[in-house]
């Protein structure tokens, strides 16, 4: 049973069955106050030590001030007379919204640092795709350049053949022309000695 109480703007407070004045036992109805005290005590109206200016509570001696139990009690403090099951509701409700608002932002954050990360994936791969091109292309120059030596060096050989076989030509057609112009004519004739 939720018992309410007027404060003086009309409004009401909701106070739960096990509110009471921890001095004279009485339970809250329309026409009493109630207080809080500092030290964690509940008095009404009457026993709560109200026209002092630093209040002592009556319970335990403390002088730890009162507020009166109303709608302008601080949430905080209001929440000591909400029924439990209420607040598991409501901070189920609070926890979910900020689960929610939590979860979206980790999302959008991983995804910033997932997409980075492909993105550095990519970019390695594109380098190494690069670098295995460029080795490929070394390849194939030294192999060509190789190739054009040797070819170079062929030519140069064959080169030197010619060379070789020219002078050879000329030696040759030198020897034929001093051979020519030094030769008598030649006529078959048969030796007068000749018995054949
Ligand atoms: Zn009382
Ligand atoms: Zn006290």
């Given at each position: 049973m939720i018992n309410r109480i007027e404060d003086k703007t009309g409004e009401t407070a909701e106070m739960a069955d096990w509110t009471h004045c921890n001095i004279c036992m009485r339970q809250p109805s329309?026409?009493?106050?109630f207080f809080l005290t500092g030290c964690g005590h509940i008095l009404c109206k009457n026993c709560v030590d109200s026209g002092a200016a630093d209040p002592q509570c009556k319970v335990c001696n403390q002088?730890?001030?009162?507020?009166e139990i109303n709608r302008h009690l601080q949430p905080d403090l209001q929440?000591?007379?909400?029924d439990p099951k209420d607040l598991l509701v409501r901070y189920q409700q609070k926890l979910n919204k900020v689960f929610e608002f939590q979860s979206a932002h980790r999302k959008r954050i991983n995804k910033y640092h997932k997409d980075l990360q492909q993105k550095a994936t990519k970019m390695a791969q594109y380098f190494q795709n690069e670098m295995k091109k460029k080795s490929e292309l070394e390849r194939q120059y030294k192999m060509t350049k190789e190739q054009n030596k040797q070819l170079q060096e062929k030519i140069t050989r064959q080169q030197e053949e010619l060379r070789s076989y020219k002078t050879q030509m000329y030696q040759y057609q030198a020897s034929a022309e001093r051979h020519r112009s030094t030769q008598v004519p030649h006529y078959r004739s048969r030796s007068p000695n000749s018995t054949g």
């Open positions: 329309t026409d009493v106050a002088k730890s001030g009162v507020l929440e000591f007379f909400k």
